[in-house]
């Protein structure tokens, strides 16, 4: 299984940024899919988790702003990030399980990792 990110970058306060997850080799039905970020001396946090029912979860943080979804036929995990601030600053992680392993916001409860995408919110 490989996790390729993309679509990370520099935007300014208020602003719109896509990110991608192409997801190689994860065939599993049950699997369950997120994004973390890790911002500098910081620990890894969970952004969002799309699981196998199509249910979505979101940190406290960025919910009403940002938004998981997956394109089944690509297969490509996305997070649709709005109304971005400085705080949003970090290494973000596409993260995959073959099945729910634990709290969908604990790094330890997946598998598989992307090699990050860089986002910077700065005015």
Same mark, same amino acid.
């Given at each position: 299984?490989?996790?390729?990110?993309?679509? #990370?970058?520099?935007?300014?306060?208020? #602003? *719109?940024?896509?990110?991608?997850?192409?997801?190689?080799?994860? *065939?599993?039905? #049950?699997?369950?899919?997120?994004?973390?970020?890790?911002?500098?001396?910081?620990? +890894?946090?969970?952004?969002?988790?799309?699981?196998?029912?199509?249910?979505? *979860?979101?940190?406290?943080?960025?919910?009403?702003?940002?938004?998981?979804?997956?394109?089944?036929? +690509?297969?490509?995990?996305?997070?649709?990030?709005? *109304?971005?601030?400085?705080?949003?600053?970090?290494?973000?992680?596409?993260?995959?399980?073959?099945?729910?392993?634990?709290?969908?916001?604990?790094?330890?409860?997946?598998?598989?990792?992307?090699?990050?995408?860089? &986002?910077? &919110?700065?005015?």
């Amino acid at each position: 299984v490989q996790l390729v990110e993309s679509g #990370g970058g520099s935007v300014q306060p208020g #602003g *719109s940024l896509t990110l991608s997850c192409v997801e190689l080799g994860l *065939s599993y039905s #049950g699997a369950c899919l997120a994004w973390f970020r890790q911002a500098p001396g910081k620990e +890894r946090e969970g952004v969002a988790s799309l699981d196998s029912y199509g249910r979505t *979860s979101y940190s406290n943080s960025v919910k009403g702003r940002f938004t998981i979804s997956q394109d089944n036929n +690509r297969p490509t995990l996305y997070l649709q990030m709005n *109304s971005l601030k400085p705080e949003d600053t970090a290494m973000y992680y596409c993260a995959a399980a073959d099945r729910s392993r634990g709290a969908w916001y604990l790094p330890g409860s997946y598998m598989y990792w992307g090699q990050g995408t860089q &986002v910077i &919110v700065s005015s």
